[in-house]
């Protein structure tokens, strides 16, 4: 930023929200938000079929687009970006939006332009007295579509080009559009809005590409081209750092490198505590590019194969050779290391093209989905499990089930995968009975816990479920970003809870979700009991430096303190003291 008398530039600091660690340096490319300033524009009669066209050949174009885009970076999104593109995918079929917007130009002769923009503020109005916070956030999602198609319309592209070296300074992104951006050469986001627990944040974390959520000063600042420095830990992003800002930039760039070095040397050795306390660091996973690479890094096994990914991607429900030929690439990948099938998390809060998912469900995140949706349709499920059973043949293989709220669900399962094993019996396939586990994401599963405990083989704590369930907050609802925290005296406690309750009755119990990714919060992990992590294979190596680097027996110790903490202070006090030399 220029000084008032257009001398030399002056450094400005601002602060964000740090949601994605590393430290960037790059020329920043502004990207202004999505709301469409366009006045209102008319069309000569004769002009309103070329006018449709027009909006027609936009649409069309954003279609093509999003296909490429998932074409393209198959296999390098996590589940929650594939969802996010298939749902941008959907609205852009929707004829409710599609024929209102042909309407506006035909029968108000709107403008293409002025139509998207009409069109997306009648929306908006009525997203924002919607009570549910789950589906006004779903605003952003209209607003990127509209975004796209606007784009298109005035042909300016809809996400940067050559922006190799350069940060990403925008309103808010979609988890669809990180792994592109990553492609091109961005080197960092900064967005106005966002939460660090949003799935664009989990992405981005993923990825490895530093990102800072929160800063709406700094998109009010920043001009394109001004050089910007972004700390994705602190959330300090600097326009046009100074010398003792690039002299810091250069020492962490150096440290980076050894610490890279240092954790490739980790890939071979143990997850094992100085004390000599074992620790299995399991891998999550959907593909087989995931696969490859938890193997690579060490991994003791799959903890969690996402298998909704077949009916995300396709119209047409995949048959059971179809499933079974990737459980069983999942299994011969692993090379004898147990692989969790978790069976097809899908409800009407995912991007549903196959037609399981109930429309118009008021609460989806609440409503038919996991095993329910699973126990609703049986052929569906039947068809999946002896998918799943087959592959057994090749390895060792687990079946987890999600979204269990109480013991009947998992009777009526094992009953099931009991028959399904039978059927693949019958036809000549060596296989038997195979472990059958619960994700304990549902607060009332995680309380009567002694309930399951005798029904399931092993358990695996969905945290990012289980924590906004628990906290009543939507994780990806900015402006509850600062109530959605792991560091909340009751998850811990209940965390607690359940760990204990494996240990007392011998049943293996893993942590799934965010938490197990965090190697910060490995200790308070360790301190509570647990033994068992599953976690994206980009955070694997780290986690395992990290438990190397502590003594089990004192944090086990220390682990009554942890648990009389009264709030989220004493809980980081605890963490910082945990992770002192």
Same mark, same amino acid.
């Given at each position: ?14 602060? @964000? ?22 006045? =209102? ?17 936009? !649409? ?64 908006? #109005? ?21 975004? *796209? ?12 080009? @050559? ?30 809005? @966002? ?51 690039? *002299? ?44 490859? &690479? ?33 459980? *069983? ?27 399981? $998912? ?29 998918? !799943?059973?087959? #592959? ?16 009947? =669900?998992?009777?009526?399962?094992? *009953? ?5 094993? $039978? ?8 296989? =038997? ?12 599963? #995680?309380?009567?816990?002694? @309930? ?40 811990? &406690? ?9 240990? #007392? ?41 990290? !438990? ?10 220390? $682990? ?22």
């Amino acid at each position: 930023m220029r000084g008032a008398s257009g001398g030399p530039p002056v450094r400005h600091a601002f602060a @964000g929200h740090g949601a994605s660690r590393g430290l960037a340096l790059g020329r920043a490319r502004v990207r202004l938000p999505h709301a469409l300033e366009i006045g =209102e524009q008319h069309v000569r009669a004769s002009g309103i079929e070329a006018e449709v066209a027009r909006l027609q050949a936009a !649409i069309e174009a954003a279609r093509t687009e999003m296909r490429a885009l998932r074409e393209k970076l198959q296999g390098a999104l996590s589940k929650e970006a594939i969802e996010f593109i298939d749902l941008h995918a959907l609205l852009l079929d929707d004829p409710e939006l599609v024929n209102a917007l042909e309407g506006l130009i035909r029968q108000e002769r709107y403008s293409a332009g002025y139509a998207l923009r009409a069109q997306r503020d009648r929306l908006a #109005a009525v997203f924002e007295r919607m009570d549910d916070p789950y589906l006004r956030s779903r605003l952003d999602d209209l607003d990127h579509i509209i975004g *796209r198609i606007n784009a298109h319309l005035h042909r300016r592209e809809p996400l940067p080009r @050559g922006t190799a070296g350069e940060v990403l300074v925008c309103d808010n992104v979609a988890p669809s559009e990180l792994a592109q951006l990553q492609a091109q050469g961005v080197v960092a986001i900064v967005s106005a809005a @966002g939460s660090p627990l949003s799935h664009s944040a989990i992405l981005a974390r993923s990825l490895h590409l530093p990102l800072v959520v929160g800063a709406a000063e700094t998109l009010q600042r920043v001009n394109d081209g001004e050089v910007v420095m972004v700390d994705g830990e602190t959330g300090e992003v600097v326009i046009d750092p100074d010398a003792a800002d690039l *002299r810091r930039y250069h020492q962490r760039e150096q440290q980076d490198a050894r610490e890279r070095r240092d954790l490739e040397r980790l890939r071979r050795k143990p997850t094992r505590t100085i004390d000599g306390v074992d620790v299995a660091l399991h891998a999550n996973a959907e593909s087989r590019e995931d696969v490859a &690479r938890a193997h690579a890094l060490g991994a003791a096994g799959v903890g969690l194969f996402r298998t909704e990914f077949l009916f995300l991607q396709r119209t047409e429900l995949p048959d059971e050779d179809e499933q079974f030929q990737v459980y *069983r690439d999942a299994v011969l990948g692993m090379s004898g290391r147990p692989v969790t099938f978790r069976t097809l998390d899908l409800g009407a809060d995912k991007a549903d093209r196959t037609g399981l $998912a109930l429309e118009n469900e008021d609460n989806p995140a609440l409503g038919v989905r996991g095993v329910r949706l699973s126990l609703l349709y049986d052929r569906v499920f039947d068809t999946q499990l002896r998918a !799943i059973v087959r #592959a057994a043949a090749y390895g060792p293989v687990r079946v987890l089930v999600p979204m269990v709220s109480c013991r009947e =669900e998992v009777l009526l399962v094992r *009953r099931r995968l009991r028959r399904a094993v $039978a059927v693949v019996k019958r036809r000549g396939v060596a296989v =038997e009975m195979l472990p059958l586990g619960a994700m304990i994401e549902v607060p009332a599963a #995680a309380i009567g816990v002694y @309930g399951l405990t005798d029904v399931v083989d092993f358990m695996s704590v969905g945290t990012n479920d289980l924590v906004q369930y628990l906290l009543a907050v939507d994780r990806n609802n900015d402006a509850l970003g600062d109530l959605y925290s792991p560091l909340h005296p009751g998850v811990l &406690r209940l965390l607690a809870h359940v760990i204990g309750a494996g240990e #007392a009755t011998g049943t293996p119990v893993a942590v799934c979700g965010e938490m197990a990714g965090d190697s910060r919060l490995a200790p308070l992990l360790l301190a509570l009991g647990l033994k068992e992590f599953s976690l994206h294979p980009s955070h694997l190596l780290e986690l395992r430096r990290t !438990i190397r680097d502590c003594r089990h027996a004192d944090l086990r110790a220390r $682990a009554g303190k942890l648990l009389e903490a009264r709030d989220r202070g004493a809980i980081e006090r605890w963490l910082q003291a945990a992770s002192a030399p």
